[in-house]
Nanobody
Framework: QVQLVESGGGLVQAGGSLRLSCAASGLTVSSANMGWFRRAPGKEREFVAAINWSGGSTSVRGRFTISRDNAKNTVYLQMNNLNPEDTAVYSC???????????????????WGQGTQVTVSS
């Protein structure tokens, strides 16, 4: 079975940076599409970034960059120049359909971590 464990969240001042980690077990991150989503107060879950099995990545914000370390089987989200609107619970997700096309829809991802809280103060 697949398990995803996020870490790295916390409280940061506006303009600061955070690096979130998603440690995966039960799957190889280089053979799957991995995504980051967030749910902010009063808003629906939204897509943040994804990296597909071939290494291509997509992000809705240039300030955010997704990457992976295949040796550690871990996916990262580097977040720079944070602002209070970035405050949310950030969740890692895996599309278990091997070698499928990348998707920005949460419904495409079958495995989810518990999430990590990111709070940006002004």
């Amino acid at each position: 079975q697949v398990q995803l464990v996020e870490s790295g969240g916390g409280l940061v001042q506006a303009g600061g940076s955070l690096r979130l980690s998603c440690a995966a077990s039960g799957l190889t991150v280089s053979s799957a599409n991995m995504g980051w989503f967030r749910r902010a107060p009063g808003k629906e879950r939204e897509f943040v970034a994804a990296i597909n099995w071939s290494g291509g990545s997509t992000s809705v914000r240039g300030r955010f960059t997704i990457s992976r370390d295949n040796a550690k089987n871990t996916v990262y989200l580097q977040m720079n120049n944070l602002n209070p609107e970035d405050t949310a619970v950030y969740s890692c997700a895996a599309d278990l359909r091997k070698y499928s096309s990348v998707s920005t829809s949460p419904s495409a991802y079958a495995a989810w971590g518990q999430g990590t809280q990111v709070t940006v103060s002004s």
